[in-house]
C-alpha cells in the first residue's frame, strides 16, 4: 500500500470519517486540503443542463484557478434540492474552509449519491469537524474509500514525474456504473504548474480518458474531476511532461473505473474510422456504443454484425452505406457491407472485445469510445435502486 | 373473424405460403395484390442510412405513386447483401409481376429477419409460385399471419368508412420488439384517392404514431409502411376523413405493436411539455425514453423522479433547469427540480405508465413518445438470437 492517491504528492493532506449519510454506516465523507505555497486549480464539471447544488459552487470556486481543498460526501448527490441544496453545499465550503483557515471561495464541494434527498447537515457538520482532525499526509487512502459508492474497490493512481508527483483517487463513473452514476475524480501534483496550465492537461485528458468512457449516454448531474497543484516540489514540468503525466493518471483511473462498472460482464472499446472527421467517427462509435441491441449481442457473446451496421446507420456521420466494414476482435466479419466467411464463428467469449468500424469513405476520421455489454446483473442494479 | 385486414377493403387479393425460409417451418411468404381499378400507392421507409435491398427496390417502386402489389418474406432481412440482396430482391418483385401480369417497377418487397444471410432463391420462386395460386379475398389473416417474426400474435386492423374502408396488417415494431425490429405496415383502401392524398395522410399518421414509439432508439434497415388505393369503392372521402381514417388504423396498429412488444412489461408513455417548440418537447421525450437508467427504473416500479430530470437535462430542448417538474401517473413526484412530498411512494405497480414532464419555460411545445421498461426478459430475447 505505498499508494497514496491525492496524498502521494508533496504538499496535500487527506482524510476520511463515517458522518451518518450512507445507510450503510460504512465511511461517507472526505476531505483533500492543498497546503501550498501554490492553490493552481483546474476542473471539468458534467454536461449535463440539470446540475447538482456542489456543481454550482464548485464552478464559481474554481473560476479564479485556486483551490485550496475539496470537501466530498457519498450516499447523497444534492442534487434536485432546490435553493435548499445550494444553501447546503455553501455550508458544507464554509464549514470546512473555517475548519482548515481558508476562504469559503477557495473550497469546493462534490457529492454523489441519491437525487432528490435533502443533506442531513447536522451529520455533515459533526463529519466536516471529524475531516478536519484526521488530516494526515497518508490519508489518500482513506479518503479514496469514503467517497465509494456502488464502487467494489478504490481507485487510486500515481505518475512519478522527474522530481515531481502527480496522484489521484476516483469513484463511480458518469455512464457507467450508473445505479450511483456519478463520477468523481480529484487529481494532485507537486508541479509548478499555471492555472492555465493545469485546465490545458485536465481537459486534454478528460476528452481522450474519461470523456470516452460512454456505456449507456446517462450522465450525471454530479459529475466532478478537479486537479489541484500545490508546486512543492519546487519543479516545473514542461506542458508535454505535465499533458502525458495528467493523461497518464486519467487513463489509469478509466481502466478502474471500467474495470469495476457494475453490472458488467464485458469490457467493448469501439473505434470508428473512414470517416470525414474526428468528430463524426465519435459520434458513430457513441451511437455504437448506446445501442441495446448491440450491447445485448456483446453480453450473448454473438457476432450479429448485423446490428453494427443497422445502429452506425442512424448516425450523425459520413459513410458510404455500401462499403462499412467491421471487425471482431481483429477478424473481418463484414466487408463492403456483407458477410465475411466465418463472420458467425468469431470466438467473442472473452471479457474484452475488439470492435472496429471503417465507414468506407476513406477519410481521416478516427475516434474510440468504451463501453460495456447490456447484462442482466445492469438490469437487476439499475431497477433496484431507490425503492 | 370477420376482421380481413389487407383484404378489408374491395379490390384486393391476398395469400400466404411456407417457403422454408424460416427455420421454424411456419408460414413466412406473403403477396397482397390490387386489381384496381386504381393503383395509387404511398410510403414511409426507415430513415437508417443503412438500408436493405428490398427497401432500395421499393423506394423505386413506389416513386411514381403506383403500386399493384407487394410480396413479402420474414425469416430473412435481406439487407447487407450487397449486389446478390439487390438482385434477389429484383428477383422477387420480377416473378411476383409475372405471376400476377404486372410490370416489375410496380411490385414492391418487403424482407424482415436475420441481417446478412443471402435469401434462399429456390424456396423463394417456389413460394411466390404458390402466392400467385392462392391469392384470396379472404386472404388477409393468413397475410398478417405470415408476415410474424417474434410476434405472439398477428396484428390486423379495419376502418370502415362511409361507402368505403381501409385495411391493415402489420408485424414487429422498429425501435420495439428489436429482436427482429423491423416493423412492416401494409394498409389498403377501396376509397378513390390519388396518390398525393394516399401520401399526406400516410406521413401524417406515421409521424404521430408509428414515430411515436421508441423504445430503445434502434431503428431497422427494413421498416416500411405502405398504403395502397384500388378506389373499388367509388367513393371518394376528402384528404381530412382519409387523413383521420389513416391516423385511426395507424393507431391501433401501434397499439397492437406496442402491446406485444418483446421483454415489455411496462408500456410507458411519456409527454414533454413547457418548451419552445414540438420538436423540442420531442427531442426531451425521445432522450428520457431512450436512458436505461430510467427504463430499468420503470421495470422495478420505482418512482425515481431524479433519474427523469438527469435524463431531460442532457436533451436538446430549451428548459429551466430550476423549474422543471415531473408527474408519475397524474400526481406530482417533482416540482420546480425539487422532490414533492410522497413521491417515493407513487404506486407504479401496474403495468402502465403515464409520465409528463413540464420544462418550466411555459411554451407551447409538446409531443409525447410510446416506450417501455428494460427488462431481464429484453436482455435475455436481444442477447440469444443469430446465434
Known amino acids: 500500500m505505498t499508494l497514496q492517491g491525492v496524498t502521494a504528492a508533496q504538499g496535500f493532506l487527506a482524510s476520511a470519517t463515517t458522518a451518518g449519510i450512507k445507510p450503510s454506516g460504512k465511511p461517507d465523507m472526505a476531505l483533500v486540503v492543498n497546503e501550498g505555497p501554490s492553490f493552481a486549480a483546474a476542473a471539468v464539471f458534467t454536461r449535463n443542463r440539470v446540475v447538482a447544488s456542489p456543481v454550482k459552487h464548485s464552478r464559481l470556486a474554481v473560476a479564479d484557478g485556486q483551490l485550496k481543498a475539496v470537501v466530498y460526501n457519498s450516499g447523497n448527490a444534492n442534487a434536485c434540492n432546490g435553493r435548499q441544496g445550494d444553501a447546503d453545499a455553501q455550508a458544507m465550503a464554509e464549514a470546512t474552509a473555517q475548519g482548515i483557515g481558508a476562504e469559503t471561495q477557495d473550497v469546493a464541494v462534490c457529492s454523489t449519491g441519491l437525487i432528490g434527498e435533502v443533506l442531513p447537515m447536522l451529520n455533515v457538520h459533526t463529519g466536516i469537524a471529524a475531516l478536519g482532525q484526521a ?46 452514476a456519478t463520477m468523481l475524480v480529484c487529481l494532485t501534483t507537486d508541479a509548478v504548474a499555471s492555472p492555465q496550465a493545469l485546465s490545458q492537461a485536465l481537459h486534454a485528458a478528460s ?181
Open 135 to 180: 488530516l494526515s499526509t497518508t490519508g489518500g487512502h482513506s479518503a479514496a474509500e469514503a467517497i465509494m459508492t456502488t464502487d467494489t474497490v478504490s481507485k487510486e493512481t500515481v505518475f512519478n514525474g522527474q522530481g515531481w508527483t502527480l496522484g489521484g483517487m476516483g469513484k463511480g463513473v458518469g455512464m457507467m456504473a450508473p445505479s450511483l
Open 207 to 387: 476528452d481522450k480518458t474519461f470523456n470516452t468512457l460512454d456505456v449507456d449516454g446517462s450522465t450525471s448531474t454530479n459529475d466532478t474531476v478537479i486537479l489541484m497543484s500545490s508546486g512543492a516540489s519546487g519543479v516545473e514540468p514542461t506542458q508535454e511532461e505535465l499533458d502525458a503525466a495528467v493523461l497518464a493518471v486519467c487513463s489509469d483511473l478509466a481502466d478502474q473505473l471500467q474495470a469495476d462498472a457494475e453490472g458488467v460482464t464485458k469490457r467493448v472499446k469501439i473505434t470508428v474510422r473512414g470517416t470525414s472527421t474526428d468528430a463524426q467517427a465519435l459520434n458513430a462509435a457513441r451511437t455504437l456504443g448506446r445501442d441495446n441491441l448491440f450491447k445485448c449481442a456483446m453480453f450473448g457473446s454473438d457476432p450479429n454484425w448485423g446490428r453494427v451496421l443497422a445502429a452506425v446507420g442512424m448516425a450523425e456521420a459520413d459513410m458510404d452505406p455500401d462499403r462499412i466494414s467491421v471487425y471482431f476482435n481483429g477478424q473481418p466479419v463484414c466487408i463492403d457491407s456483407c458477410g465475411a466467411p466465418g463472420a458467425r464463428e468469431v470466438d467473442l467469449s472473452g471479457p474484452d472485445i475488439d470492435v472496429i468500424v471503417d465507414l468506407g469513405l476513406g477519410g481521416e476520421g478516427v475516434a474510440f469510445v468504451r463501453t460495456t455489454d447490456l447484462s442482466h446483473a445492469y438490469v437487476d442494479i439499475n431497477s433496484a435502486y431507490s425503492s
